[in-house]
């Protein structure tokens, strides 16, 4: 990946590993290998076991979490099979959490279905709450990242500052007319 931009949701973050249609250019997701090391980054701890046939699991969760949250940044409610995806993976046993002496909460290492289950109730957790109105696609027109908006005043526009924000803050000198001058 060129730059990993993690939302604090993971999953939110899942969606950011490819997809159909017009996401399928940035798919990462190829092989029961890709999909344990991605689904490691996202879960932040070891990567899960995978079996090929946990794949196509993953990557209907993925996309039932990108629809739902698209839909949702735009106004509207979760389709009920989308919904219905989430619900069905996150009733399978999740990821064990652990207490470190460091006081860090670390998820053990399992299986594929376990993690996604783990994601699946993260995506549950953020749709049943008020954050679910929070959730924005970045502005950048080249860009399209999920995040949720967790600022202050709500308006925030951009996957992250350091990148789309700071470019289009560029951008948008670049093409001030300075005061006085004749257009």
Known sequence: MRRRFQTGRMSLD????????????????????????????VIGGEPPRVRRADVPVVLELRAAITVAARTVAAGGQPPA?????????????????????????RLEAGTASQAASTIARDAIDLFGSPLVERIRVCAADDCGLLFVDTSRPGRRRWCSMEWCGDRAKKRAAGRRVPEGAIE
């Open 14 to 41: 899942l969606t950011h590993t490819g997809g159909e249609g017009e996401y399928a250019r940035w798919e990462l997701l190829h092989e029961p290998s890709d999909v344990g090391r991605f689904l490691g980054i």
């Open 81 to 105: 099979d989308a919904v219905a995806t989430v619900n069905e993976v996150a009733a399978r046993p999740s990821l064990v959490p652990r207490l470190g002496v460091d006081g860090e909460v």
